[in-house]
């Protein structure tokens, strides 16, 4: 890679993903949850293990939450430095996906496979966001590049093979401290998907797999095994069984059907993922290297879809590995179409593109649309808390039509560029640099709006509350991690933190809130007859307890 390529890249990266990560507050549950654990290891000091309220937390490893506390460490506890991890992740990505390109196909392919990932919706989303999956998405495609590299290799030096072997192993165990060991289950699937394809004949020597597992278990016992020894198996424990719950059951009301995920990347990623499709046909004009190369990434695809699809817990990151293997495949069909002489009407594209474009068009107009005109949706809703937080005043404006008037104008003109041959690589570059800057101008104005109808009442009591004293803030009825985070809580000195109903029934030498939900509220003050209420915004109830004298 060119010292060149690499500041293009890297300032691409910085000016999408960098700007404008605070300007929203962060999400529950998933972004809030993460910062939570990351600035509680600042407040207590103890990085070992990830906590939440001060307790044990066994969801999740701590790979992710050091960076965060790592970035809180130098930016402060907001929203910017949880982000901002991630961010980083996406100009890293960028680098790795450019430089694999290069090495393995072309310099015009390492560049489509680039354009390819910045200019889909949720790939783009997914970098200014606060969770997980980004990371631990990078960590196990890498791991699987490395066995597609091992495949590749003919009469090379021994140690080589073994370096490679301990790369997948490393970059697979760094997955399993980010998440959990389904990255395991990933790399393990994959390696037994490619033995059936190769009809079930030896591919990888003994040495080079046991390499791999030795590798990826020191390197997750990092901190699976001091966990154990400092406290017990217990917890190590109920994080396997917590994993398996998740597997088999669906988890906090996200049970889905099984095509879910199908839906979610064919929507998702517009535009990569409308042409994928040419991608599965077998070229034998391919070299042999970038033929194994898209059959690998084709199994992990396929066996990433198809495993979360069965899962019953499915949420919409979950198959968010997808779009390593997504976008590369649509890079090597539009490479094709550049480089190859294949029309773009002849790969049957045209139809497809238009047809799901315009629906996003619809959808991105829709959002402001139905924003000004919000008792279009009331017959549609059919529970108290949502036919309460759209009574909230939230103005939309004219500049909030400009995401889907620039989605519309991006597929009108790279469409007809792409029709001619002469400007079909004009039309690739319109289609994927104006669809990134639809996204950035998305992220800009939309996610502040839509909060405002979701949590941005109950957050900004919180912050309020606690800034103006000093207080215990809970909610009833519903999940949250907003209380902790956004009230900055600290620890209790004799580390026991009392939970909502321990707080509600003992005398208090500081005033308690409670937020619940409009839907909640009866259940609430029938059991809790000593909270009044104070107010109410958005579907939410804030209520305080009434001490007796």
Excluded at 268 to 285: Q, R, Y
Excluded at 387 to 395: K, N
Aim: aromatic share 18%.
């Amino acid at each position: 890679m060119s010292l060149r390529s690499f500041l293009i890249i890297v300032i691409l990266g910085s000016l999408l993903f960098i700007p404008f990560l605070d300007w929203v507050h962060l999400f529950d549950w998933d972004e809030i949850n993460f910062a939570e654990s990351a600035r509680e290891m600042l407040v207590t000091g103890n990085y070992s293990r990830v906590q939440i309220n001060f307790q044990p937390f066994w969801e999740k490893p701590p790979l992710f939450i050091w960076l965060q506390a790592g970035s809180m460490w130098i930016f402060g506890v907001n929203e910017f430095a949880a982000r901002l991890p991630n961010a980083l992740a996406g100009i890293l990505t960028l680098l790795i996906l450019y430089y694999i390109g290069f090495r393995q196909i072309d310099r015009p392919f390492a560049r489509l496979w680039v354009l390819c990932y910045i200019g889909s919706l949720l790939p783009f989303f997914y970098f200014k966001s606060g969770i997980i999956d980004p990371l631990f998405n990078l960590f196990i495609f890498l791991g699987i590049f490395q066995f597609s590299r091992l495949t590749n290799l003919k009469n090379t030096l021994e140690s080589r093979r073994l370096g490679i072997s301990a790369l997948a192993g490393l970059f697979i165990g760094l997955a399993i401290l980010t998440k959990g060991p389904v990255a395991m289950l990933d790399a393990i699937l994959c390696l037994l998907m490619f033995w059936i394809i190769n009809r079930f004949r030896p591919f990888l020597r003994f040495q080079y797999l046991f390499l791999f597992f030795l590798v990826s278990g020191l390197v997750s016992c990092i901190w699976f095994l001091p966990e154990t020894i400092a406290n017990g198996p217990w917890f190590i424990q109920t994080f396997i069984e917590y994993q398996i719950r998740l597997f088999t059951t669906g988890d906090a009301g996200h049970g889905q059907p099984f095509w879910y995920h199908w839906v979610v990347l064919l929507i998702g990623v517009f535009p990569a993922s409308i042409f994928i499709f040419p991608a599965f046909k077998n070229e034998l004009s391919d070299k042999y290297e970038a033929r194994n190369m898209r059959l690998w990434f084709t199994i992990l695809l396929l066996v990433h879809l198809i495993l979360f699809s069965i899962v019953k817990t499915k949420i919409v990151h979950y198959s968010s590995l997808c779009y390593f293997p997504i976008t590369y495949l649509a890079a090597y069909t539009l490479h094709k179409i550049l480089n190859r002489g294949v029309k773009f009407n002849q790969a049957g594209l045209w139809i497809p593109m238009l047809f799901l474009g315009f629906i996003l068009t619809l959808a991105f107009t829709a959002i402001p649309l139905v924003g000004m005109n919000i008792n279009w949706i009331k017959p549609l809703l059919h529970d108290e808390y949502s036919l309460a937080a759209i009574q909230v005043s939230v103005p939309f404006y004219w500049y909030h039509f400009i995401p889907g008037c620039l989605f519309f104008l991006v597929l009108l003109v790279s469409s007809v560029l792409l029709f001619q041959s002469r400007t079909r690589y004009v039309g690739v570059h319109v289609l994927l640099l104006g669809m990134a800057g639809v996204y950035f101008t998305t992220m800009l104005l939309i996610p502040e709006r839509i909060e405002k109808f979701s949590q941005a009442a109950a957050v900004n009591f919180i912050e309020i509350q606690s800034k103006k004293e000093d207080c215990y803030i809970e909610v009833i009825g519903y999940k949250s991690y907003a209380q902790y985070f956004y009230s900055n809580k600290q620890a209790s000195a004799d580390s026991i933190q009392p939970d909502v109903y321990t707080l509600l029934s003992k005398p208090l030498s500081k005033p308690l809130y409670v937020i619940t939900k409009v839907n909640r509220l009866e259940d609430v003050k029938k059991n809790h007859p000593n909270l009044k209420v104070l107010g109410s915004k958005a579907g939410f109830v804030f209520l305080q307890k009434v001490e007796k004298n």
